[in-house]
């Protein structure tokens, strides 16, 4: 394992034979880049006690602003899990779970949901926090918990009558300005450039000469965007669900209308797989599409137990994460929702500290380029719903209210070009029916980066790492030996939607 040690030299040199001895001043080498250290306890929550030796957290000091580097400096908070085998030890991988705001410590604390045991035996897995997340100089648009719930409150997802529309936009033009007045100087600086010039440092200060990445979903922009600011420093990557970043960083509009119909196609293949198995499916009596279609309706009219955007979200995260959650019969979301929607939020005090933070809108924001006219959204939602009648109106308002709202411009983003020859190949990892990250999304990405492999995936779901022992045996190989997967192949899942 490398480590970066305080040396101090003392030097002491004689000038002349008749002159006094003259001390020189002391010189230090830099000091560990992260002082590793005991992580704190809610980063464990998932490791077992008699594995927690292995896992030490630090803090990665980096520049508020690259094109500053000598200015103000945050900390990025990082969390390593040692080798399980040192003497076999390859380097690190660091990791990325997406989001935008995913806590990327989490990953690394859970290394058998993503790779097998040969991976964490010979590399350290790093996460870490990206800027504006969790514990790295989190952005926060609210002081306190009570406004920020008060405010979301007055938001909804799937908005569909005037008054509700009105609300949403209403409480997202609060929610901007909230952001501009309590966001502090990180607001300015959350672009995928900030974010990937600090996976360089992050790089160096853990000791690897090339980086080692694994990222999911939106972490593939983040890989896409260093593989392209430091093509020479890649040493193995792995893209799962990827983005197209090209159509992401210039057309924002474009691409999330692309994933509104990529969610709704995830949805018909489902009902479609629903019908032909029958009596596996508890929802394959008669036509699958219709009856779904009725509910969502009704719904719709405000007539269930649930509200369409309990129902919406729902079905969304099922999509989401087909295998992993097994079988799904559609016809008990109405009893979960029910439960959902029966459920009650504790009170609060006046004073409670806002626990959360908003570093998706922070990220997004600065990488999507949306119009300023958040008068278009309903409109946009309207069209969007007659070409993808379950998601397209949710996804409208989601990015698109949030971003014509925002009260600044990012510092610097990274729009491309996406070419560069990296010094290693990239694996793109595209799953056929992924409602998040479509297929055509890796396609392209695969076609966009300079130097790259994609894998298919014939499943369900949302990135493939842990639920595919073709996917995972290829991304061993890949990580520990360089070795890519034959052009062509197609993997399969380990566990069927029935």
């Known amino acids: 394992m490398l480590r970066f040690p305080v040396i101090t030299l003392a030097v002491a040199a004689l000038i002349g034979s008749a002159a006094p001895a003259v001390a020189q001043p002391v010189i230090k080498a830099p000091a560990a880049p992260v002082a590793w250290g005991p992580c704190p306890e809610d980063a464990l929550t998932f490791v077992p006690p008699e594995d927690r030796f292995r896992y030490s957290c630090?803090?990665?000091a980096v520049p508020l602003d690259h094109a500053k580097p000598g200015a103000s400096k945050i900390d990025l908070m990082l969390l390593r899990r040692a080798a399980s085998k040192p003497a076999e030890r390859i380097g690190s991988v660091v990791i990325n779970p997406g989001g935008p705001g995913a806590d990327g410590l989490l990953l690394a604390t859970i290394p058998s949901v993503l790779f097998p045991s040969s991976v964490p035996d010979r590399f350290d897995l790093i996460g870490f926090d990206p800027r504006g997340v969790g514990r790295s100089n989190p952005l926060k648009c609210f002081t306190t918990q009570e406004s920020a719930d008060a405010l979301r409150a007055r938001m909804t997802q799937v908005p569909v009558t005037a008054q509700?529309?009105?609300?949403?936009v209403d409480a997202h033009a609060e929610?901007?300005?909230?952001?501009?007045?309590?966001?502090?100087?990180?607001?300015?600086?959350?672009?995928?450039?900030?974010?990937?010039?600090?996976?360089d440092l992050i790089r160096a200060a853990v000791g690897d000469a090339k980086l080692t990445y694994v990222g999911l979903s939106?972490?593939?922009?983040?890989g896409a965007t260093y593989a392209n600011l430091f093509p020479n420093k890649v040493r193995a990557m792995i893209l799962d669900g990827a983005v197209d970043p090209s159509l992401r960083t210039n057309d924002a509009l474009r691409y999330d209308r692309e994933r509104a119909l990529a969610f709704e196609h995830a949805l018909s293949a489902f009902l479609k797989r629903c019908k032909e198995e029958g009596p596996e499916c508890a929802f394959s009596e008669g036509d699958p599409r219709a009856k779904f279609d009725a509910i969502r309706e009704r719904l719709r009219k405000g007539g269930g137990p649930m509200t369409l955007s309990q129902f919406v979200a729902k079905v969304g995260g099922v999509l989401e994460t087909i295998p992993l959650t097994g079988p799904v019969e559609l016809a008990k979301l109405a009893t979960e929702l029910q439960q959902l929607s029966q459920s009650t939020s504790q009170s609060r005090s006046t004073d409670a500290p806002y626990t959360g933070h908003d570093a998706f809108y922070g990220v997004n924001c600065s990488d999507k380029p949306f119009p300023k006219t958040p008068a278009l959204v309903p409109s946009v939602a309207a069209a969007w719903e007659r070409e993808a009648p379950t998601f397209g109106r949710r996804q409208a308002f989601h990015d698109f209210v949030g971003c014509a709202h925002w009260p600044v411009s990012a510092k610097k983003v990274y729009r491309g070009p996406w070419n560069a020859k990296t010094s290693a190949p990239v694996l793109v990892v595209g799953?056929?029916?992924?409602?998040?990250?479509?297929?055509t999304f890796s396609k392209r990405m695969s076609e966009q980066l300079g130097n790259a492999r994609l894998l298919d995936v014939d499943a369900f779901g949302h990135t493939s790492l842990g639920s595919s022992d073709c996917v995972d045996g290829a991304a061993e190989k890949y990580l520990t030996a360089l070795e890519l997967p034959k052009a062509g192949l197609v993997c399969k899942p380990n566990q069927q939607p029935f």
Do not use: W
Not at 164 to 168: L, Q, R
Not at 175 to 199: Q, W, Y
Not at 218 to 222: F, P, Q, R, S
Not at 431 to 439: F, G, K, L, R, S
């Open 164 to 168: 509700e529309i009105k609300s949403t």
């Open 175 to 199: 929610f901007g300005k909230s952001c501009g007045k309590v966001g502090g100087p990180i607001i300015n600086h959350m672009s995928t450039e900030d974010t990937a010039r600090d996976l």
């Open 58 to 60: 630090g803090n990665l």
């Open 431 to 439: 799953i056929y029916n992924d409602p998040a990250t479509p297929y």
């Open 218 to 222: 939106y972490g593939t922009l983040l």
